[in-house]
């Protein structure tokens, strides 16, 4: 697994501006789509602010491009990630692709979104579990995540810019990337449990 140290969100510029003078200066928690697996308790139910993780293998830096726009928010990651959190498991998929996608919530125990999450998605040890972790080493909260794997992480409360910041890109906007409304591959055998079994 690799480090990393904040988690991050790319938007459009206007999306950030919005926030800021109609919000209350908070990211709002919205309601996920339909991408990933077919019947996912999550889908079309559960509302949170997703963010991204994953980092370059060699900088251990968030890539430069992304999807979702060239504006992006940074966030240290104990601001959503502590022992105060509660980690679930809510889906893995792929759409045609050798590389494997999977979505993990992050609720603040005793929320909205904890007690949505704790009858309907299997609970991960934070500290040992093979997509992302939070542990204490020397004294301080040190983050891993998995590096055969994209991450999307949903938090199911609003955010606060304040405690990031927010910047522009240096790498391009690569549409092709996206996951909105993306459909799960019905015949890969890697996350299809029905599938060459």
């Not at 370059?56 to 022992?83: C, H, K, M, V």
């Not at 759409?95 to 996608?101: L, P």
């Not at 992302?132 to 998995?146: I, M, P």
Request: include cysteine; glycine fraction near 8%.
């Amino acid at each position: 697994m690799l480090r990393f140290s904040v988690f991050y969100r790319n938007h459009h510029k206007e999306y950030f501006q919005h926030a800021r003078t109609h919000c209350g200066n908070m990211l709002q928690t919205y309601l996920k789509d339909n991408s990933g697996s077919h019947g996912s308790p999550t889908s079309g139910m559960l509302h949170g602010v997703f963010f991204s993780c994953n980092t370059e293998f060699n900088t251990g830096q968030p890539p430069q491009d992304s999807p979702y726009g060239r504006w992006r928010f940074q966030i240290p990651a104990q601001r959503l990630f502590n022992p105060s959190t509660n980690l679930y498991f809510a889906d893995f998929y792929c759409m045609y692709t050798a590389y494997h996608y999977a979505i993990l919530v992050l609720a603040p125990k005793g929320s909205l979104g904890d007690r949505f999450c704790r009858d309907r998605l299997p609970l991960l040890d934070i500290a040992c579990n093979k997509f992302l972790t939070c542990s204490v080493e020397d004294g301080e909260l040190v983050f891993r995540h998995a590096q055969d794997l994209i991450l999307e992480i949903i938090y199911t409360e609003p955010v606060d810019l304040s405690l990031g910041t927010l910047g522009e890109i240096s790498g391009h906007q690569l549409m092709s990337l996206s996951t909105a409304d993306a459909k799960k591959d019905p015949s890969c055998k890697t996350c299809n449990i029905s599938v060459g079994r």
